[in-house]
């Protein structure tokens, strides 16, 4: 009886206390459980180095196979020899069974199938031998990197998937004079033997619960377990290293020079000329995604690259640095993040500076012409708000945390007393907005163009046709419109009385932005908050003898953030909903407390997003 009643006492704070385990760890992946990772790493004072990984997983569940029954080692043969790998799966029994060489594949990365500047990028897969639930895998391999990317130096980035994780550790043997610079987190630092002439640093991660990683989050890398790894002192010396590595390569020759001429002839304005010098890049060289890193540091000499007609980020930049220069234009290499990461380590590394793209200093003007989605004079949203990195002079400087983008959208239904409607909806986006939509339509088959609306009305629980028209997708002006038009049946259910909606998202209306912004009911981490400047203006044009029972009231939501405004008005047959929204903020991120504050802001205009005119037909 005692110990029933102490078990009573007990179990509130039990269920508590794994509740609030379970609420912390909403994102460890337990289908694998990792037994050993093993990365040992032996520098040369000239940067090269040899490089033995070592790790045995524990296949749990049966969902795991199909990721984790091969494993993927990447190389680049330019730079590096496989020395070795070998492999195995044990049995539950203790069996092992032993990974043949046939079962060792080797292949190009898709990445560079057929662009040959970079067929010197592989993977190595390793493909384990009758892998079940409770089997153990292991791979070793050994890899010699025997042409540094940096001569004289050595970066690395590591951090562990979300898997429980046994034994992970990390091992550096560097020359005695060589110093190594560390930015830790989630990983300790162990104190170990020193190998005669050489000195070894080593680190444990530390395992432990995994948070899910939320909506729109900025990178794992900015907030949880990382460790950088360089010999640079910092990140001007970084710039130096990658500034000597490229240099030469961005000199115009006679047919850079005459392109350069030909495409600026007419042009006055500095800026005029690099905008039309990035674009045409965009336009007509043909990206190829080889990070930094991998794929190397030094970029193909800008005649090559106009000549093959493709190339990486820093082939395209070293092309239009060398158009620029033509055109009378300084300009210098920006190293950048292409992605979600907008802190940087301590200690430089290019897992985090991934991105090459051209700075003009005179014109205050980023160019990305890699980015086939925006157009020259705008950046792909990743790249707002970051710290870039000057290659000429080693110095930081910040990329725009936002840019002008703006949309409205006009969506008119005329509806007929059976409850059937005709409909027409025009969308015009502005600034940086105006060419992905461009680019979505280009590349959109005729044949796909037909389905559109079709698919559109789906997506609203409609069903009709209608014809849809994509205005002028190869142009290059600041806005661009589309539009569609057709036909709905039972669209309202009249006669009788009816509910409309006051808000229809065509294609990410304004109603998305703020649904977007409240994917998550509350936020740990930071997460990237763009800004937003959107108008939508709905109109019913409403059957005779149509009476309107009830409009919802206007709002206006204003804070230091937010502007927000909505209006319903009839006159005569026609009742017209007008919506405003501009967000802007400080910076392109938004952190859990600036959340805190924005939702009760956010819940107020989802509410009037989900008002309705009520209206009473004949």
């Not at 444990?204 to 949880?224: F, P």
């Not at 794929?295 to 000499?301: F, T």
């Not at 163009?449 to 559109?456: A, K, L, P, W």
């Amino acid at each position: 009886m005692l110990l029933r009643l102490v078990m009573l006492c007990l179990l509130p704070g039990l269920l508590l206390c794994c509740r609030l385990a379970a609420a912390r760890d909403t994102g460890t992946d337990h289908s694998v459980v990792v037994e050993r990772h093993l990365r040992h790493v032996v520098v040369e004072a000239d940067g090269s180095y040899l490089l033995t990984v070592e790790q045995i997983k524990t296949i749990v569940a049966r969902e795991a196979l199909q990721e984790h029954a091969q494993y993927y080692l990447s190389y680049n043969q330019s730079l590096d020899q496989v020395v070795s790998v070998e492999g195995h799966t044990e049995k539950a029994d203790g069996r092992k069974l032993a990974v043949q060489p046939h079962q060792i594949r080797d292949q190009q990365e898709t990445a560079s199938l057929d662009a040959p500047m970079f067929q010197d990028t592989r993977l190595k897969i390793v493909v384990f031998p009758d892998v079940q639930p409770g089997d153990k895998v292991m791979v070793r391999y050994v890899v010699r990197r025997h042409t540094p990317l940096f001569p004289g130096h050595f970066e690395d980035l590591v951090s562990a998937r979300f898997h429980r994780h046994r034994d992970y550790r990390v091992i550096v043997d560097m020359p005695p004079e060589v110093p190594l610079h560390a930015d830790a987190a989630g990983f300790e630092p162990v104190t170990s033997r020193q190998p005669p002439g050489r000195r070894r640093y080593q680190w444990r991660y530390l395992d432990g619960d995994n948070a899910r990683i939320e909506a729109d989050s900025v990178s794992y890398l900015d907030y949880g377990k990382r460790l950088a790894l360089s010999t640079f002192a910092d990140y001007a010396a970084f710039a130096r290293a990658y500034q000597e590595r490229a240099a030469g390569k961005a000199l115009p020759d006679d047919a850079v020079t005459a392109l350069a001429a030909s495409l600026t002839r007419g042009l006055d304005a500095p800026r005029a000329r690099a905008l039309a010098l990035s674009d045409w890049v965009r336009r007509h060289i043909r990206y190829v995604g080889v990070y930094l890193g991998p794929g190397g540091v030094v970029p193909h000499a800008a005649p090559s690259v106009l000549a093959n007609r493709y190339g990486d980020c820093k082939d395209h930049a070293a092309l239009v640095s060398a158009l620029l220069t033509s055109a009378g234009i300084d300009s210098t290499v920006v190293l950048v993040n292409n992605g979600d990461a907008y802190r940087l380590p301590d200690v430089p590394t290019l897992g985090v500076l991934n991105h090459a793209i051209v700075y003009v200093p005179s014109l205050q003007l980023y160019l990305d012409p890699t980015a086939e989605s925006v157009a020259a004079g705008f950046l792909p949203p990743a790249l707002l708000g970051k710290p870039a990195l000057l290659a000429a002079t080693g110095s930081f400087a910040m990329t725009p945390a936002f840019q002008p983008a703006r949309s409205h959208t006009l969506t008119q239904f005329d509806i007929r007393r059976d409850g059937s409607s005709r409909f027409q909806v025009t969308r015009t986006s502005g600034g940086a907005a105006a060419e992905p939509y461009r680019r979505v339509i280009r590349g959109t088959p005729q044949a796909e163009r037909e389905r559109f609306v079709e698919r559109m009305l789906q997506g609203l629980g409609q069903h009709g046709k209608g014809v849809f028209e994509p205005g002028d997708a190869d142009g290059t002006a600041d806005e661009y419109t589309l539009s569609f038009a057709g036909a709905s049946a039972g669209f309202a259910l009249l006669p009788g009385t009816v509910g409309l909606a006051t808000a229809y998202d065509f294609w990410g209306g304004l109603g998305d932005a703020v649904r977007t912004f409240l994917q998550e009911p509350e936020r740990g981490q930071e997460f990237v908050c763009p800004s937003i400047d959107a108008e939508d203006e709905l109109r019913y044009r409403l059957p005779a003898r149509t009476r309107v029972l009830a409009l919802p009231r206007p709002l206006v939501v204003e804070n230091a953030h937010f502007a927000y405004r909505s209006r319903y008005a009839r006159r005569g047959d026609m009742v017209t909903v007008k919506r405003r929204l501009q967000f802007r903020h400080t910076g392109a991120t938004c952190t859990p407390a600036d959340y805190r504050r924005m939702r009760p802001a956010l819940e107020r205009m989802l509410r009037d997003l989900r008002t309705q005119v009520v209206i009473r037909g004949a």
